[in-house]
């Protein structure tokens, strides 16, 4: 059974499909679903509120900028670190294999490292 979505940006391509997601598990006695993403999440239910019923349906909103950028619990099996990364220079991205990337809040080494030990690549900078 589904009870955690995360939605990495608030934008149409990612939440234009959640509110027909959500009637369907309130159709199927889902009782309660945790939506994980940036601020303003939350306000997909205001926004549909005219065309979209959620009665048995208990929806809690965790934003990543509440436990400085962590989801999940000790008790949980999974831990996932948000860490928004934005291409610094379009042209410098499309040379060859150098990518420059620019964190927030100076996280910019510790995203790298994990990329590379997940991927076992490595990103010159």
Known sequence: MMEHILVTHKSWENVGGLPG????LQDTGVPEIFLHGPPGIDSLYYDTRNFMK?????IEYKH?????GLF???THPLIIRCVPLWEKNRETANEGNTVELDAAEGALEEALSVV????KIKIHS
């Open 54 to 58: 959620l009665r048995d349906l208990s």
């Open 72 to 74: 999940g619990e000790g």
């Open 21 to 24: 997601v959500l009637l369907t």
């Open 116 to 119: 590379q030990s997940l991927l």
């Open 64 to 68: 990543y900028a509440e436990n400085n």
